[in-house]
């Protein structure tokens, strides 16, 4: 598993008129994981009848909201593979008919398997949650949180339980998306520290106490008014990651 610090694993059961039927799967990774995957490699398998080009298409949505959307380091490399593998043991048959139910098995199972990723980043300390709305387009808070979920100075106030709402404020405004600034909000877990175009910095020593959890939520309003919205899952920077890499040698 080379840097990863425990193994990935998840699975489902879902039942559907025509029977039972199983999603499985696996996955490593730990360092240069970026959307485009990187060195990350999983494998989801189903007892299900699946023909190629439809489990094609459910995997491609499935991954998109989950593979797709975490970060641990921005890094990206040319040997990330994701399969999916189907071999009809069950007896049930999924058709097009039943292409919801395989995508949402599919992303229950890939999320799981993303999402441990990302804990199990190197030099991780902390899961990130990174909720963006207001945005015009999904396509644009998504291009938002990525660019917050790659912010070395928004990974590393994280790692120090530092509300530092400054940040995330400029990376926002930095995205290259629609954002009001006048009507822009921002919080860490519950506690809005930015909202009017105006801070609460008296609320930062709550939203320290939220940042020096394992679990971080980190939520930011574009003040569009838009309907756009998007998560994605970073990690902390810490020194560990520095020294993890700077002795690293393939």
């Not at 990206?76 to 593979?81: A, G, H, M, V």
Request: proline residues 3%.
């Amino acid at each position: 598993m080379t840097t990863d610090p425990f193994p990935k694993e998840a699975a489902v059961e879902v039942t559907v008129p025509a029977g039972t039927f199983r999603v499985g799967g696996i996955a490593k990774g730990s360092g240069m994981i970026e959307p485009m995957l990187a060195t990350m490699l999983a494998v989801v398998t189903t007892d299900a009848g699946v023909e190629p080009a439809l489990l094609q298409r459910a995997l491609t949505t499935a991954a998109d909201d989950t593979f797709n959307a975490i970060s641990v380091d921005g890094e990206c490399s040319t040997n990330d593979s994701l399969f999916a593998l189907a071999n009809g043991t069950s007896g049930v048959v999924i058709t097009e008919k039943d292409l919801d139910v395989l995508v949402e098995a599919l992303r229950r199972v890939c999320e799981a398997l993303a999402i441990g990723i990302v804990r199990g980043g190197e030099g991780a300390t902390k899961l990130v949650t990174i909720d963006v709305s207001g945005a015009q387009s999904n396509a644009e808070a998504k291009k938002t949180a990525r660019a917050i979920a790659n912010s070395l100075l928004v990974k590393t106030a994280v790692h120090g339980a530092d509300p530092n709402w400054g940040r995330l404020v400029a990376v926002a405004g930095r995205a290259g998306v629609a954002f009001d600034l006048e009507r822009a909000r921002v919080q860490v877990g519950d506690v809005e520290l930015f909202a009017g175009g105006r801070p609460y910095d008296e609320r930062a020593p709550e939203a320290s106490v939220h940042l020096q959890g394992t679990d971080v939520l980190l939520r930011v309003d574009l003040g569009t008014g838009g309907s756009g919205r998007a998560r994605m899952w970073t990690c902390d920077l810490s020194a560990d990651y520095v020294k993890i890499n700077a002795e690293y040698r393939t």
